[in-house]
């Protein structure tokens, strides 16, 4: 006669004699006993294992051959778990709850079948099957998606590298920039574009691709340093309806001037086209008034109401829109970066346009080995530029004194070859103190020293408008003098090259 | 076949799926093994996205994907055909996708091609989804963005009058971003480029008008074809600007295989879609879409668009005009105004409507602006004819007259706009303007209230509309591009240019088809002056014209038309002005010297340009217009030849018309011929029976039969009287052997006859010196008697006339025999030519068969002096030539070519029918 300790005792021993299995053939566990069709039916294909026991840390089952096995991990695929028997239901669900919690969570609900009921038995394993197919298709199209996703990104990133490295391998080049300007236009009226506009605010389609872009600068005409409203700014990709960024700026703060938007990073990846949404949050009976351009001939680009999708104007926002290399933030301080309130430490930044009387006292200097007898500069007091037609050979260099005022970050002006039968034209801006640096930073056989900036030649085909920016290193201390600069892309022919600078205008701290 | 995945239960749906929609599949295979599937009412997709796949088997996962990622409140079906696939993983992922995701059908056929794939995917769509409202097409390795759908459909059910969406090309890989912006061009997109991408969103009603992809188009450019089949069904695009197709361009591909093969291509779509080539169809277009003039009213400064400014056409302000302008200043490509600015009294374009040179008022003041600054159109009254001249500076009359309307290009405009200076442009209120100006001179029957209502000045209307320009706040801006993405397309003032490169023509004349379609003719003469050629053009378009077709007029070496027609016979006169000459070439045929297309003198482009628009020609008699009426052939234009007679040279050769007809016979479709005799010409001449077409002539004048019995009945009762009155009509000249008729009034003289002989015409100059005709016939005492033109002079002198004169050497079948048997004047007249068809000797008229110029005059006055002396058989002569007449229609004679009209327009003819019925029947 065994006592029960000693059963017990038994149990344990014949249970550490178990031996431990492992199933890697899709599992069939059942309890009660199945039909021999329903044995045959598994076959080889199929681990048919009996469970026996349902404990903690295992599962006891029975194959076919008779052979007991102690489960600790689940099988690695369960086609099904099945009660024969309804009395045997209870054990099978707690099978059932034993390997959900060691699978990844697509064991298969238990079912109870009649041990004879072969086709219940086969929809069983089918539906498993085809819950496998689906699981396994639904990963490989995420596998699919991951792979595609990461196409993208190194395509991106190649083309992010080679801008660096371009910028890296050629000097000159700038790594921020103007990309577009529109001015303010001084209007008595003053129109507050936002006090007219709905809830959603007033949105404005920008000019320039995304790509690039790295921040954007509104004009406020008239600043409301009592205001308590907020003004929200947001910036969206059109096409994808991507969210870029968003800027929060209490009205007390702006000033009158241009006010910066300076995203977190350059923007990357496909070009798009951006949407500015500027909106009021709170109560704003006192808003400042946003300058508007120019009249607008394009209505796509007329300043709309956000809600409406309705011109509110004829005219588009004032707007400066700079873009960077990829990872360059804008150089100047006293921007609102996004999700941040202006730094009230910084000074601020304000466009200047240089003045008539001093850029009417543009005057030819000669500069090369051989000076030409060219006589090339003019300023064009009618149209407000200095004409600057390039020789058949060399430079033309028009000399502009004092024309970079003291604090200047960065001088931009219009280029046009103003004359359809010209060929291309070379233009650059060149800031420095002395006639004897122009030669050396032109060649970019010198580099620029303090004080000094370059904007590297820009290529203009005739009639068709460009845009130069040369940039210092650090706001100018003093005055110094400002030279421009033409060539002929292909020396030789330099008829109709009427190359002319305009809307020379700088950027200034202080 | 077709694999779609199976269902899975809701729970193990993706989120994404749910945001498009449910379905449960079941799958049935029908007796064409083409498995058709059953869908349960959960999945009702409003739209399907066709992937075709073909050897692209990964990158096909970013389509799907990016089809997958629509953020759309609608069901969206994705279909992936895979094209036969030789790569099994376009299996293997197809299936993949469409097991994993509710919404995504992958279907397998065999190799068919890209157009194959398509249309097998929209055919599959169409028949699972009752409810779809469109199809996007989506290539494999492309990719929409997530809103793509959405906005695409939005904007597609938002104008009704649109069948499909087209993208800007955003190009990834190698990059590139086009703008498309511009509104939708049939003309652009036929004659520039493919502009709709086949990536566009389509409406159903498109495929369910038929309209798939051409099967037999594997080797690119299928979508061009496609939109070509929408395009001839009637259907219009239009581009969304925020679409979000990314285009991905590698170095090599598919379209630029096609690209090398294009001209191929090209030449079979020209062939399928001939009609749309046509440049009946282009000119319309262009008038609709880009149309070539903005004629700003003197006066009110409305400012009427178009092309032709006798179709209907847009009016708009100023202030929309100066909108426009100034957006087409900084984006040429996707805004325009016309490239030709014209500021004139609408009073005066109708002057010049109605007496039919409005278009070619135009078409020449559009080659003129292209070649001066401006031009001055100034209008003149002149009853007797129509005529348009130009006058440069230096000619004494130049500017001796304000204008009436001036032309000048958009782009002289802008410079005018762009100068700061009014000093340049204001002196064109002098007689001495600076600007390079030519003045375009139009006399014709002006009313005074035409030309009166001058109030407000042409110029003053230019000035002042420069004033408005430049005051505009526009101005002050840079006028620079505004969208990112680079303009793709030609700017659209220069669409015109477009035309012109697609019909070789420069300028092409501003008409377009009217409304009732009616098939255009036109007569092309050297002169049009008082000849029997013209007069027989006049009468077949006066007949024409009435039986509803719309005739035209082209004088092609003066530009200037004697008023002996109805100017209501014609649509349109036109003049080529330019110094064409009438006869010559460098090239030899039969003796005969000829020009052909590549030579200079031909003015290919010119002609061809001034021609347009027209579906026959009938040439009378101009022989260097032959070098271009073989294009016009190819491009489905009837050209037919009016051929009226051999002429002989000095040395008797015969030689003329007809030579130069053999020289180009296989440009012509038919040769009309006044004469049988002719007809047999030809033939002998190795012209098939079935190209020649012989139309009798008729009096070149109608005369009412009530108007014929009264001269009938006043020449009965005049009967017969002391002296026999004869005339003779014409040139004094060899040709009418005027020698023949001297030598029979000397002899008349000599035996003192009682004849009286009258000598109405004109001497012709240089006529190798033999002295004056008039001198001599007036040492005879018959006194020449200057040319009659008008019908009721020539009637009233044959009706006073016993006998009508005409001893020609050579002749075709003059009118002038049949205005005189008309009213019972019996012809005299020489048998040559086909004078015999015309006149039965002895029974309406008198042949004189000699040949010898004297023989000839002794047998014109044998001939008076019998009926002197026979005088009821004088009568009984004027009596049947009378009566044959009577039945001599070009009503008539004409029917044979209206039956061939018939046969060539036969829809247009029953519209004619149609009309006619219709205002002929009683109560209208």
């Not at chain 2, 188009?217 to 979000?244: H, I, R, T």
């Not at chain 2, 030809?682 to 009798?696: R, Y």
């Not at chain 2, 010196?769 to 020539?794: D, H, M, N, Q, V």
């Given at each position: 006669?065994?006592?029960?300790t ?11 004699q178990?031996?431990r ?5 899709p ?7 199945p039909s021999?069709?329903i044995?045959?039916?598994a076959?080889d294909?199929?681990a ?5 026991r349902?404990?903690?840390?295992h599962l ?5 051959a008779?052979?007991d ?9 369960i086609a ?5 028997d ?11 709850d ?6 990844s969570g ?7 079948i009649?041990s004879?009921?072969?086709?219940g ?8 099957t085809?819950q496998?197919a ?5 990963l490989?199209?995420s ?12 395509e991106?990133l190649?083309?992010?590298?080679a ?5 890296i ?7 921020f ?6 001015p303010p236009v001084?209007?008595?009226?003053e129109?507050?574009?936002?006090a007219?506009?709905g809830?959603?605010?007033?949105s404005q ?18 600043a409301t ?9 947001t910036?969206q990709?059109?096409?994808d309806?991507?969210?870029?960024e968003?800027w929060?700026?209490?009205a007390?703060?702006l ?22 949404i ?6 704003g009976?006192?808003l400042p ?6 009249a607008?001939?394009l209505p796509l ?10 011109s509110?104007?004829?005219?588009s926002l ?20 996004a999700?941040?309130?202006r730094?009230r430490?910084e000074?601020?930044?304000r ?5 008539q009387?001093?850029l ?11 000076p030409s ?6 300023y064009?007091?009618?149209e407000?530029?200095v ?10 260099v028009?000399?502009?004194a ?8 960065r001088?931009?002006?219009?280029l ?6 010209a ?7 060149l ?5 004897d640096?122009?030669?050396?930073l032109?060649?970019?056989?010198a ?16 009639q ?9 290193d650090?706001?100018a201390?003093?005055?110094?003098d ?8 292909e020396p030789?022919n ?6 002319r ?9 202080g | 076949?077709?694999l779609?995945?199976?269902a899975?239960?809701t ?8 945001t ?13 093994n083409?498995?058709?599937?059953k869908?349960?009412d ?9 992937i075709?796949?073909?050897k692209h ?6 389509a ?23 790569f099994?993983?376009?299996?293997t ?6 097991t994993?995701?509710d919404?995504?059908?992958y ?6 091609g890209?157009?194959?794939?398509r ?7 169409l028949?699972?989804?009752p409810?779809?409202?469109?199809v996007?097409f989506?290539?494999a ?9 959405r ?18 090309i955003?190009?990834f890989g190698?990059?590139w ?8 061009s049939r003309?652009?997109?036929l ?12 409406a159903?009603?498109?495929?369910d008008?038929?309209i ?6 594997k080797?690119?450019?299928e979508d061009?074809?496609?939109?070509l089949?929408?395009v001839?069904?009637g259907?219009e695009g ?5 679409f979000?197709?990314?285009?991905r361009?590698?170095a ?7 690209h ?18 046509q ?5 319309q ?13 003197t006066g ?7 092309t032709?400014?006798?179709?209907q ?19 040429p ?6 490239p ?26 559009e ?6 600054h ?32 001036w032309?000048?290009?958009v782009?002289l ?20 303007p600076s ?8 006399r ?12 407000l000045?042409a110029?003053?209307?230019?000035l002042?509309?420069l004033g ?6 526009y101005?002050?801006?840079a006028?620079?591009?505004w969208?990112w ?6 700017a659209i ?7 012109r ?5 420069s300028?092409?004349?501003?008409r377009?088809?009217?409304?009732d ?8 003469l050297?002169i049009?002056s008082?000849?029997?050629?013209e ?7 006066r ?5 509803g ?11 200037s ?5 109805d100017?209501?016979?014609f649509?349109?006169?036109n003049f ?6 009438l006869?010559g070439g ?15 003198g ?7 340009g001034?021609l347009a628009?027209?579906d026959?020609?009938?040439n009378c008699?101009?022989?260097p ?11 489905g234009?009837k ?5 009226h007679?051999l ?10 018309h007809?030579?130069?007809a053999?020289a180009y016979e296989?440009?012509y ?32 004048f ?5 108007e ?13 009287q002391?002296?026999l ?21 000397s ?10 002989i009258?000598?109405v ?11 004056s005709?008039?001198?001599r016939?007036?040492g ?17 002198a044959?009706?006073e006339a016993?006998?009508?004169?005409l ?11 049949l205005?005189?048997?008309r ?5 005299i007249?020489?048998?040559v030519g086909?004078?015999?068809e015309?006149?039965?000797?002895d ?18 006055v044998?001939a008076?002096e019998r ?5 009821h058989?004088?009568n009984?002569?004027?009596t049947k030539?009378a ?8 009503a ?10 018939e ?6 003819s029953e ?11 009683p109560g209208r």
């Amino acid at each position: 006669m065994i006592s029960t300790t000693a059963k017990r005792n038994q149990d344990v021993h014949i249970l550490d004699q178990m031996r431990r299995g492992y199933v890697k053939k899709p599992a069939i566990l059942y309890s009660g006993q199945p039909s021999n069709t329903i044995c045959a039916l598994a076959g080889d294909a199929y681990a048919l294992l009996k469970i026996k026991r349902v404990t903690d840390d295992h599962l006891l089952t029975r194959d076919m051959a008779g052979l007991d096995q102690r489960l600790t991990e689940a099988p690695i695929q369960i086609a099904a778990i099945i009660a024969f028997d309804q009395g045997e239901r209870e054990l099978v669900d707690r099978a059932g709850d034993w390997l959900h919690k060691r699978s990844s969570g697509a064991t298969p609900a238990p079912q109870l079948i009649a041990s004879d009921d072969v086709v219940g038995f086969s929809a069983s394993i089918l539906d498993t099957t085809r819950q496998l197919a689906q699981r396994n298709a639904e990963l490989t199209t995420s596998l699919f998606r991951q792979l595609a996703d990461a196409r993208q990104a190194n395509e991106d990133l190649q083309n992010r590298f080679a801008a660096l490295e371009a910028f890296i391998d050629r000097a000159g080049l700038q790594p921020f920039d103007v990309a577009f300007i529109n001015p303010p236009v001084e209007d008595e009226l003053e129109p507050n574009v936002l006090a007219t506009a709905g809830n959603g605010g007033i949105s404005q389609i920008l000019p320039v691709a995304s790509t690039g872009v790295s921040a954007i600068a509104l004009h406020i005409g008239k600043a409301t340093p009592r205001s308590d409203a907020i003004l929200r700014a947001t910036l969206q990709t059109v096409e994808d309806g991507r969210l870029i960024e968003t800027w929060s700026m209490p009205a007390a703060d702006l000033h009158a001037g241009w006010m910066t938007l300076a995203l977190r990073k350059t923007i990357a990846g496909l070009r798009r086209t951006l949407r500015l949404i500027i909106s009021v949050e709170g109560h704003g009976a006192d808003l400042p008034t946003l300058s508007l351009g120019n009249a607008q001939p394009l209505p796509l680009f007329r300043l709309q109401d956000t809600d409406l999708r309705q011109s509110i104007s004829s005219s588009s926002l004032a707007l400066q829109v700079y873009v960077g290399l990829p990872g360059v933030v804008p150089p100047t301080p006293g921007t609102f970066a996004a999700h941040s309130k202006r730094d009230r430490a910084e000074q601020g930044l304000r466009e200047m346009t240089v003045p008539q009387d001093v850029l009417s006292q543009a005057y030819q200097v000669s500069l090369d080995a051989e000076p030409s007898v060219f006589d090339g500069v003019r300023y064009l007091d009618s149209e407000r530029v200095v004409s600057c037609h390039p020789p058949a050979f060399g430079n033309t260099v028009a000399k502009i004194a004092g024309g970079c005022p003291v604090g200047a970050l960065r001088i931009s002006a219009n280029l046009l070859v103003a004359h359809e039968k010209a060929r291309d034209v070379e233009f650059a801006l060149l800031a420095c103190g002395s006639d004897d640096r122009v030669l050396g930073l032109l060649a970019g056989t010198a580099d620029p020293q303090p004080g000094e900036g370059f904007s590297g030649w820009v290529r203009v085909p005739a009639q068709q408008p460009r845009f130069a920016s040369l940039y210092l290193d650090a706001p100018a201390r003093e005055e110094s003098d400002l030279y421009l600069v033409t060539r002929m892309v292909e020396p030789g022919n330099h008829d109709f090259a009427w190359a002319r600078f305009s809307n020379i205008h700088a950027l200034a701290q202080g | 076949m077709i694999l779609p995945g199976p269902a899975f239960p809701t729970s193990m749906r993706s989120r994404r799926d749910k945001t498009m929609g449910t379905r449960k599949v079941g799958r049935v295979v029908n007796a064409d093994n083409a498995l058709a599937t059953k869908i349960d009412d959960g999945f009702r997709p409003r739209l399907a996205i066709v992937i075709p796949v073909y050897k692209h088997s990964v990158l096909m996962s970013e389509a799907v994907e990016s089809a997958l990622a629509q953020q759309a409140d609608f069901g969206i079906a994705i279909i992936v055909v895979d094209d036969g696939c030789p790569f099994p993983e376009t299996e293997t992922i197809g299936s993949a996708y469409a097991t994993a995701h509710d919404s995504v059908f992958y279907v397998r056929k065999p190799n068919g091609g890209l157009s194959s794939a398509r249309n097998y995917g929209v055919d599959f769509a169409l028949d699972l989804f009752p409810a779809l409202e469109a199809v996007y097409f989506l290539d494999a390795d492309n990719r929409i963005t997530p809103t793509a759908m959405r906005d695409v459909l939005a904007y597609l059910n938002s104008r009704p009058e649109i069948a499909w969406v087209y993208p800007n090309i955003d190009k990834f890989g190698i990059g590139w971003n086009g703008s498309y912006q511009a509104p939708y061009s049939r003309l652009l997109h036929l004659t520039f480029d493919n502009i709709c991408e086949a990536g566009s969103m389509v409406a159903r009603r498109v495929f369910d008008a038929g309209i798939r992809f051409d099967e037999t188009m594997k080797a690119g450019f299928e979508d061009w074809d496609f939109w070509l089949q929408c395009v001839s069904s009637g259907f219009e695009g239009a581009n969304y600007p925020f679409f979000g197709f990314d285009y991905r361009q590698r170095a090599e591909s598919m379209l630029r295989d096609s690209h090398r093969t294009k001209a191929a291509i090209m030449s079979y779509i020209r062939e399928k879609h001939k009609k749309l080539f046509q440049p009946d169809t282009l000119a319309q277009w262009e008038h609709e879409e880009s149309p070539r003039y903005a004629a700003i009213a003197t006066g009110t400064y409305a400012v009427s668009l178009f092309t032709d400014p006798n179709a209907q056409h847009a009016k708009i302000d100023l202030e929309t005009y100066i909108d426009r302008y100034w957006a087409a200043l900084a984006e040429p490509d996707a805004h325009g105004t016309p490239p030709f600015m014209l500021w004139i009294a609408p009073a005066h374009l109708q002057a010049l409507r109605k007496i039919g040179v409005i278009h070619n008022v135009l078409w020449h003041a559009e080659r003129l602006a292209e070649k001066h600054h401006l031009v001055a159109i100034r209008l003149e009254h002149d009853s007797g004819r129509i005529e348009i001249r130009r006058i440069e500076a230096g000619a004494p009359d130049y500017m001796a007259k304000k204008p009436l309307a001036w032309m000048c290009s958009v782009d002289l405009f802008k410079a005018c706009v762009d100068d700061i200076s009014d000093e340049w442009i204001g002196s064109i209120r002098s007689r001495r303007p600076s600007p390079d100006t030519v003045e375009l001179v139009i006399r014709g029957p002006f009313k005074a209230f035409d030309l009166d209502r001058t109030v407000l000045s042409a110029t003053n209307g230019l000035l002042s509309t420069l004033g408005v320009f430049r005051d505009s706040a526009y101005r002050r801006g840079a006028n620079q591009r505004w969208t990112w993405r680079g303009g793709y397309f030609p700017a659209i003032r220069s669409h015109h240019k477009l035309l012109r490169e697609a019909l070789g023509a420069s300028p092409v004349t501003p008409r377009i088809v009217s409304k009732d379609q009616a098939p255009r003719i036109g007569f092309l003469l050297p002169i049009a002056s008082f000849g029997g050629v013209e007069k027989v053009a006049y009468a077949m378009a006066r007949e024409l014209s009435r039986l509803g077709y719309e005739t035209h007029l082209y004088v092609l070496a003066k530009s200037s038309c004697e008023m002996v027609f109805d100017p209501a016979d014609f649509a349109s006169l036109n003049f080529l002005m330019d110094d064409y000459p009438l006869w010559g070439g460098a090239h030899h045929f039969a003796g005969h010297d000829i020009m052909m297309a590549q030579d200079e003198g031909a003015r290919v482009e010119r002609l061809t340009g001034l021609l347009a628009g027209l579906d026959v020609v009938i040439n009378c008699q101009v022989a260097p217009v032959n070098a271009i009426l073989g294009e016009l052939r190819r491009r489905g234009v009837k050209i037919l030849d009016h051929v009226h007679v051999l002429d002989r040279t000095r040395s008797g050769r015969t030689a003329g018309h007809p030579y130069v007809a053999l020289a180009y016979e296989h440009i012509y479709d038919v040769i009309l011929t006044c004469s049988k005799q002719m007809v047999d010409w030809f033939h002998g001449m190795g012209v098939p029976n079935a190209k020649l077409m012989h139309i009798p002539n008729a009096p070149s004048f109608d005369l009412r039969e009530a108007e014929v019995r009264t001269i009938l009945r006043q020449r009965q009762r005049r009967g017969i009287q002391d002296r026999l009155q004869a005339i003779f009509l014409g040139r004094l000249d060899s040709q009418k052997g005027i020698e023949r008729l001297y030598a029979a009034a000397s002899l008349i003289k000599r035996r003192q006859l009682p004849i009286d002989i009258r000598l109405v015409g004109a001497e012709v100059l240089n006529e190798q010196g033999r002295g004056s005709w008039t001198e001599r016939f007036a040492g005879l005492g018959i006194k020449l008697e200057p040319a009659i033109y008008s019908a009721k002079g020539l009637t009233d002198a044959f009706a006073e006339a016993d006998a009508l004169l005409l001893t020609s050497r050579w002749e075709g079948a003059p009118l002038t025999i049949l205005e005189a048997q008309r009213v019972g004047c019996v012809p005299i007249v020489t048998d040559v030519g086909a004078v015999s068809e015309l006149v039965e000797h002895d029974v309406n008229g008198l042949l004189l068969r000699a040949e010898d110029d004297n023989d000839v005059a002794l047998e014109l006055v044998a001939a008076l002096e019998r009926l002197l002396s026979e005088p009821h058989h004088l009568n009984r002569l004027s009596t049947k030539a009378a009566e044959d007449l009577a039945s001599r229609t070009w009503a008539e004679n004409l029917s044979p070519l209206i039956d061939r009209l018939e046969a060539w327009f036969p829809f247009r003819s029953e519209e004619i029918e149609l009309r006619r019925t219709v205002t002929s029947s009683p109560g209208r």
